[in-house]
């Protein structure tokens, strides 16, 4: 269920691998114009587009669990072949800055969870699972459990997830347009090391999946993959994944996120999506203004930080930095550690919350 982005076809499986195959076409086809733009991510946002459009104009568009895992499968392992033992130990040391970003996420939905309740006139519980920073089912799951309204928490995590990954990559290349660190030419992997590589990666993900680990297919490739290439035995440093499979990738991650933009899911809330963009925004600038000011005191430049600290989705912002040809593996440690966090926290922290908002009216407890 967590990897469905759309809502199952009652059609016959000949007719819907048509219609599916036609989508794909042409989100591929919107990939590659915005691709010639130069503009970052345009494989994924072309795609994207292209799918929420249809979706918009009351279509469902459902994409086979395989394909997005496979999509997040290669992805983890472009991620996990850029793990050295020097990236290891980087690792190691942000880990508390990794905890703090997280911990901020958190704070900002607790704190900007009663402006959401009253203006978007949705139950405390929605408003502060609604902004959290953690993956669109969990979070849905997790509030749902609490009491909140899983459809509205869902549509806004789109809309969460659609505009970081609409916005961020475009003002982060607006201001560094000149930043083309790790351009230099890499050596494409050989297929023979690719094909173990992503056998790696896929039984990683698998048992990613069956731990239940957040974003599991993307983070068990990222893990099992990121052990073997930093001992050095799957691949040398530099290699990188061809760049068609990221194509690929890109577009099927850009379809599952268009595909997500059902329009009788928000046309349900415009209240509350009224009231969450903003709020989404500025929680989007204070995590960014954040991570810039984190710069100043870590040896991290501020692209790099900008997408560690973002609230957008773990592939999506993985994705990005390889776009904008940032440290991909610290932005997905960052990311991965965030996941972890609100994943296990957040029902907690927002039974204690809850505690706080049902003392207040009674005054000062005894």
Sequence with gaps: ????????????????????????????????????????????????????????????????????????????TGVGLAITPDVVLRMVGWLPLMILSALAGLLMAAAFAPVLARLGRVGPATAFFSLTPGGVIEMANIGGRAGADRMTIAALHTIRVGMVVGLLPLVLFAFYPHDTRGQAASAIIAPGPLAVALAVGTLGGWIGHRVRLPAAWLLGAVLSVGVLAGAGLVVTPDEVLPPPLIAVAQIVVGMSLGARFERDRLAAIPRALAAGVPILAVIMGVMAALAVLASRFAALDPPALVLAFSIGGMAEMVLTAKALHQDVAIVAAFQAVRAVIVNLFAGAIWSRLHLLISDRPKGPRS
Excluded: Q
Aim: glycine fraction near 12%.
């Design 1 to 76: 269920m967590a990897d469905r982005p759309g809502l199952a076809s009652s059609s016959a499986p000949g007719a819907a691998a048509l219609r599916l195959a036609a989508i794909a076409a042409a989100a591929s086809a919107g990939g590659w114009l915005w691709n010639l733009t130069g503009l970052p991510l345009g494989w994924l946002m072309g795609a994207a587009l292209v799918t929420g459009a249809w979706v918009m104009l009351a279509h469902h568009v459902v994409l086979p669990r395989l394909l997005i895992r496979a999509a997040h499968v290669a992805i983890g």
